[in-house]
């Protein structure tokens, strides 16, 4: 896989992680995501708001292109660490469970952003445990794996858990 492919994948891996890690109560693409991108899994949703950001309200535009820009700050912490412990798998989950099962040899930046996944499944773990026991139940929580497990399920998801999961 090249490096842009590489880097293609760890996008679509770290994007719900980074769309989600505003503080705000009430996000400003709240009414733009269900109306655009309903069922979508979370690691698509800032693909989905993407193509059509030209209509987007400037406040939900405004926190796309931060999401944009943090995913490229993730982009440039994973990258040595995608080529080093990654190398040739697939685009999106292959990408981001090796990097998971990486966990602890990873450079502190890659690291850092890893943990913001199990702050995430941490503060979804009530929205969120019919669907984890469901379709996670061989992953040991506690490091953002069951996170990363449902992440992709998309609309096999109750929408409070897909709603805990964009927090």
């Known amino acids: 896989m090249t490096a842009p492919a590489r ?11 980074l769309a989600a890690s505003s503080s705000r109560a009430e996000d400003p693409c709240a009414t733009e995501v269900e109306r655009h991108c309903a069922g979508k899994a979370p690691v698509d949703v800032l693909s989905c708001l993407q193509a059509r950001r030209a209509d987007l309200p400037v406040a939900c535009r405004d926190r796309l292109e931060s999401s944009l820009a943090n995913i490229q700050a993730a982009l440039n912490d994973c990258e040595p660490d995608a080529f080093q412990f990654c190398r040739g798998l697939g685009r999106g989950e292959p990408t981001t469970t090796c990097l998971s099962k990486s966990q602890g040899k990873l450079t502190w930046r890659c690291q850092q ?15 969120c445990s019919a669907e984890a026991s469901r379709y996670c139940g061989g992953v040991k929580p506690g490091k953002g794996d069951v996170y990363l497990c449902l992440v992709y399920r998309g609309s096999d998801l109750s929408p409070e858990c897909r709603a805990a999961l964009m927090r």
């Not at 880097?7 to 992680?17: D, E, I, K, P």
């Open 113 to 127: 952003d890893f943990d913001a996944f199990a702050r995430i499944e941490s503060a979804s773990t009530k929205a």
């Open 7 to 17: 880097l293609t994948a760890l996008a679509l891996s770290l994007g719900a992680l």
